[in-house]
T-cell receptor, first 114, second 116 residues
């Protein structure tokens, strides 16, 4: 199984809503990632978890709150988002989070903030 | 600074032709590179990777070339098919500030369109 599963596939939320994005992998990987991708742009790294600990935070605003309950699951909690936060949010995983690892991506959650 | 970029933002080819997608990188300390394919509505899909101790690596219908002297990476697709139409990203996995954690940074992407 080389799949990274993300739910939901689409999400529409208001600026006062609280929602969560979920990601799951069963490849035994110990590193998981959140990326943000705007239309016609490359993915941009947000957070990295390695062995369930936050290892990289790319100065992401606090309205985005990541959580890694265990090595197979990754959540992204959303609160008080802005319309400019509308984007495709991609989850990925890799073996341990080192520098010579390929990342496996999910299909993403398309988020629209109204 | 650290950047990974592409020379050509779009590439149109005829079915059966060979395609070449180019990428320039600026971080001379980078030692691992990956090409991804992203189709509409999907996440990036791994195509092929190469480490800096190699100049060339071949997969099924794809070849990646690495020229460390000029910091250039290319992806060659043989006998391009309509199903190859997608956005192609080169990506560079670098050490995140000496932490030994990998940080995958993407180039701007090339849109490949294959005409039947």
């Amino acid at each position: 199984d080389t799949e990274v599963t993300q739910t939901p596939k689409h999400l529409v939320m208001g600026m006062t809503n609280k929602k969560s994005l979920k990601c799951e992998q069963h490849m035994g990987h110990r590193a998981m990632y959140w990326y943000k991708q705007k239309a016609k742009k490359p993915p941009e790294l947000m957070f990295v978890y390695s062995y369930e600990k936050l290892s990289i935070n790319e100065s992401v605003p606090s309205r985005f709150s990541p959580e890694c309950p265990n090595s197979s699951l990754l959540n992204l909690h959303l609160h008080a988002l802005q319309p400019e936060d509308s984007a495709l949010y991609l989850c990925a995983s890799s073996r341990q989070g080192g520098t010579n690892e390929k990342l496996f991506f999910g299909s993403g959650t398309q988020l629209s903030v109204l | 600074g650290e950047s990974v970029g592409l020379h050509l933002p779009t590439l149109s080819v005829q079915e059966g032709d060979n395609s070449i997608i180019n990428c320039a990188y600026s971080n001379s300390a980078s030692d691992y590179f990956i090409w991804y394919k992203q189709e509409s509505g999907k996440g990036p899909q791994f195509i092929i990777d190469i480490r800096s101790n190699m100049d060339k690596r071949q997969g099924q219908r794809v070849t990646v070339l690495l020229n460390k002297t000029v910091k250039h990476l290319s992806l060659q697709i043989a006998a391009t098919q309509p199903g190859d139409s997608a956005v192609y990203f080169c990506a560079e996995n670098i050490d995140a500030g000496g932490t030994s954690y990998g940080k995958l940074t993407f180039g701007q992407g090339t849109i490949l369109t294959v005409h039947p």
